[in-house]
């Protein structure tokens, strides 16, 4: 059963707070999911213990050295 006598322009300004910290926080989430998905690529090196390996971009077939 729903309220009978809604204000929706209270609701709005009383809800802004709460969902600008919601959004604030899933900037921050996605920012710092960005930033670990660049941190784990650059601090890789590379697949290792391979006899031979394959580049995935190019096909290119590499013995170790």
């Known amino acids: ?6 204000n929706l322009e209270k609701q709005k300004r ?3 707070g709460p969902l600008g910290g919601m959004k604030l926080v899933l900037g921050l989430v996605a ?3 960005a930033a ?3 941190w784990s690529f650059a601090a ?3 697949p290792e213990g391979a006899e031979t390996q394959v580049d995935g971009r190019t096909g290119e077939v590499t013995e170790p050295e």
Do not use: E, Q, W, Y
């Not at 059963?1 to 809604?6: F, K, R, V």
């Open 1 to 6: 059963m729903s309220a009978p006598d809604t």
């Open 14 to 16: 009383r809800h802004k």
């Open 31 to 33: 920012l710092l999911f």
């Open 36 to 38: 670990f998905v660049i």
């Open 44 to 46: 890789s090196d590379g």
